[in-house]
């Protein structure tokens, strides 16, 4: 009787076994091709990227635009209290 339960035992632990390295090996072909697609992806998204000296004078313009604008609303907030004050 015992041989007989260690028998059942061992062939529900073989089957678990079975499925677990199916999903096993399926969730390591998924991780490949998600690192593949990464890689891919990250491949394709270096060629589209603006390099440095491509964006240098986009900066110097948006960075001079912002500085004229926020000097205008800093000087006319200090005109505004100077001109109050009298």
Do not use: C
């Not at 490949?32 to 890689?39: Q, R, W, Y």
């Amino acid at each position: 009787m015992p041989l007989e339960a260690l028998t059942k035992r061992v062939d529900v632990l073989e089957q678990q076994f079975s499925k677990w390295h199916t999903e096993t090996l399926l969730h390591n072909q998924h991780m490949e091709d998600l690192l593949k697609t990464i890689l891919r992806n990250q491949s394709e998204s270096k060629e589209n990227m603006v390099h440095r000296y491509e964006f240098s004078p986009v900066q110097k313009i948006v960075y001079g635009g912002a500085g004229v604008i926020l000097t205008t609303v800093l000087g006319s907030g200090l005109a505004l209290i100077i001109m109050g004050a009298k």
